[in-house]
């Protein structure tokens, strides 16, 4: 799939393939020992049942408070409803025209993009995409042309969630786009790789594509900006 160079929807939420994208997961904390309910015993004093059991007692309550903590940070969160990310995706590509041989290879080209955007998954298994920063970069032999795609705010898709296996649908009908992710353990960072060759526009050569996304959960409304390079 030619993810910076295709239709900017399909694109951009194809970006985030293996992501991974409410508010940023926070592990519950566990609780100290309360020193009011520990007796300070001293040399010479005589010791009670009740002062022992307050002792005891609250000692139990802050190691099972802790056993808890321990295995809800191990159990992780994977589940990205309600959840927001902002990711980066960038992209190099290689061009090979037809009309290449090794006599003539100056019928090739480069490319190299980048996109930056918000996603927010609802709770209703709805979500939308803003794209922040959507530039590329093409080289050929004639010069070096740079683009930038027109930006949007709060594109709509849908998605399905079966453990870590993320599933979006872009679009309606026989153009809508399926773009399967995977998430990580906790759902707060998400890494991904992808290639693709497809023919140019022209169909006069093909682009051979490798792309990188990175997305990382921020708290519910927190802005991207200063997290990635634009």
Same mark, same amino acid.
């Not at 609780?31 to 009740?50: C, D, I, K, N, R």
């Not at 969160?77 to 009309?99: D, M, P, T």
């Not at 979500?127 to 080289?139: C, M, V």
């Not at 992808?194 to 997305?215: C, K, R, V």
């Given at each position: 799939?030619?993810?910076?160079?295709?239709?900017?929807?399909?694109?951009?939420?194809?970006?985030?393939?293996?992501?991974?994208?409410?508010?940023?997961?926070?592990?519950?904390?566990?609780?100290?020992?309360?020193?009011?309910?520990?007796?300070?015993?001293? =040399?010479?004093?005589?010791?009670?049942?009740?002062?022992?059991?307050?002792?005891?007692?609250?000692?139990?309550?802050?190691?099972?408070?802790?056993?808890?903590?321990?295995?809800?940070?191990?159990?992780?969160?994977?589940?990205?409803?309600?959840?927001?990310?902002?990711?980066?995706?960038?992209?190099?590509?290689?061009?090979?025209?037809?009309?290449?041989?090794?006599?003539?290879?100056?019928?090739?080209?480069?490319?190299?993009?980048?996109?930056?955007?918000?996603?927010?998954?609802?709770?209703?298994?709805?979500?939308?995409?803003?794209?922040?920063?959507?530039?590329?970069?093409?080289?050929?032999?004639?010069?070096?042309?740079?683009?930038?795609?027109?930006?949007?705010?709060?594109?709509?898709?849908?998605?399905?969630?079966?453990?870590?296996?993320?599933?979006?649908?872009?679009?309606?009908?026989?153009?809508?786009?399926?773009?399967?992710?995977?998430?990580?353990?906790?759902?707060?960072?998400?890494?991904?790789?992808?290639?693709?060759?497809?023919?140019?526009? =022209?169909? =006069?050569?093909?682009?051979?594509?490798?792309?990188?996304?990175?997305?990382?959960?921020?708290?519910?409304?927190?802005?991207?900006?200063?997290?990635?390079?634009?």
């Amino acid at each position: 799939m030619k993810l910076l160079h295709t239709d900017i929807t399909s694109r951009a939420l194809g970006l985030t393939l293996g992501l991974a994208l409410g508010t940023l997961t926070t592990p519950s904390l566990a609780a100290p020992v309360v020193g009011s309910a520990v007796t300070q015993f001293e =040399s010479g004093t005589t010791l009670s049942s009740a002062d022992m059991n307050t002792t005891i007692n609250a000692l139990v309550t802050a190691i099972n408070d802790n056993a808890a903590s321990i295995a809800t940070l191990e159990a992780g969160n994977s589940n990205v409803a309600g959840r927001e990310y902002c990711l980066k995706s960038s992209e190099i590509g290689f061009y090979v025209s037809n009309e290449a041989t090794p006599d003539t290879p100056l019928a090739m080209g480069a490319s190299v993009g980048a996109f930056v955007g918000k996603v927010v998954f609802g709770v209703d298994n709805t979500g939308s995409l803003t794209a922040l920063s959507d530039y590329y970069q093409d080289g050929f032999p004639t010069g070096v042309a740079d683009s930038s795609e027109a930006l949007f705010d709060n594109e709509p898709f849908t998605w399905t969630q079966t453990g870590n296996k993320l599933t979006l649908t872009i679009g309606d009908g026989a153009t809508a786009e399926v773009v399967s992710l995977g998430v990580s353990k906790s759902g707060e960072v998400a890494l991904t790789g992808n290639g693709a060759t497809e023919p140019d526009d =022209s169909n =006069s050569g093909l682009w051979h594509y490798t792309d990188t996304t990175i997305a990382i959960e921020v708290a519910a409304g927190e802005t991207c900006a200063g997290m990635f390079t634009f």
